[in-house]
């Protein structure tokens, strides 16, 4: 019946076949976890597929009576057992945290496979996306008097500003993409909107491959830092210049056709991406952990397309790939 099983249900055992990022040095206090972290990206997968926000919503759709979430209960078991409420809780706000090193560590396992960079040189795009908060917006002058909002607004949200949107309240998804054929997000993170985009960026570049040599961004990430972390991993930066427009210095052009690639590739990323999100922008959550495991989760789940897309040509394991023909 293997035939038979829905895409949801091929994108969730698609996670035991992935990667996993190294566990951390030191794990911190506590009781080593009995269940696995594969066994909540599988949840986090059925979630976003389906548009679950909550893990009330997620065990709620798992109760259903049929085949496919019995299929995917099934898939959520570790040793003979299902993780209890509290449970899942604990592990899915837990989750955000390693999301960015998942998301990092199957984007460098994506370019080896799919080898975007074969016709193209090997370049990548850095850019932050806007994603407006849910519920209203605490103004400036309210937030500076401590004046208590109402319980709509999402509290751990912020202000910044932008020359497309204007004034937006709510979130910034700074990403990493390839400059390619194929558009691979290689590292993602999530913060309120006054993030400092170049300190983002220096965090990201952590999850980014080494096959990287030239990355693009705009005048945001020109600084001295994001340059010299570029420099010392033997990467070009190439960003726009700040001052009066238009500039007249010999490498103007060059950094107009770069700009242009770039713009090509994290903009349009950017666009089909947020059209996932209610209002094209507007996150369906509230709070940084949950809006952060929306989003991140995302990026994920894109990946697993990509590989789902890919699979038949991909070198993967001749089980998985008798599955994903199958599927």
Not at 163 to 175: A, C, E, S
Not at 207 to 222: I, K, M, S, T
Not at 261 to 269: G, Y
Request: aromatic letters at 8%; glycine letters at 8%; a positive charge.
């Amino acid at each position: 019946m293997i035939g038979s099983v829905s895409l949801l249900v091929t994108l969730v055992c698609l996670v035991d076949a992935i990667p996993q990022p190294p566990p951390p040095a030191n794990r911190g206090p506590g009781a080593p976890h009995f269940y696995p972290e594969r066994l909540f990206l599988k949840a986090l997968v059925i979630m976003l597929v389906r548009h679950l926000h909550t893990p009330h919503e997620l065990l709620a759709v798992l109760a259903e009576p049929t085949a496919e979430m019995a299929t995917l209960r099934q898939r959520l078991r570790h040793a003979g057992r299902f993780p209890c409420r509290r449970t899942w809780d604990r592990r899915l706000a837990a989750l955000p945290a390693t999301l960015p090193a998942q998301i990092g560590c199957l984007g460098r396992e994506l370019v080896a496979q799919v080898q975007p960079w074969l016709a193209y040189g090997r370049a990548a795009a850095l850019d932050s996306t806007v994603l407006r908060a849910r519920g209203g917006v605490w103004h400036k002058k309210d937030r500076d008097a401590g004046v208590g909002p109402h319980t709509s607004i999402d509290t751990e949200a912020h202000w910044t500003t932008s020359g497309w949107h204007g004034w937006v309240y709510g979130w910034k998804l700074p990403l990493i993409t390839t400059v390619a054929g194929v558009w691979l997000p290689l590292a993602a993170a999530l913060t309120p909107a006054n993030g400092d985009a170049a300190e983002m960026a220096l965090v990201l570049l952590d999850e980014v491959p080494a096959e990287v040599r030239f990355l693009r961004g705009d005048r945001h990430y020109n600084t001295p830092d994001l340059r010299q972390r570029c420099a010392d991993d033997d990467r070009l930066l190439v960003a726009s210049q700040y001052g009066r427009y238009p500039h007249t210095d010999d490498g103007v052009e060059v950094r107009r056709l770069f700009h242009k690639l770039r713009s090509t590739a994290i903009e349009n990323f950017n666009e089909h991406f947020k059209g996932i999100f209610d209002g094209h922008g507007a996150v369906p959550t509230t709070g940084q952990t949950n809006t952060a495991r929306f989003a991140l989760g995302a990026v994920f789940v894109s990946h697993l397309a990509v590989l789902h897309r890919h699979g038949h040509d991909l070198p993967l394991n001749v089980g998985l790939k008798a599955f994903l023909k199958a599927a």
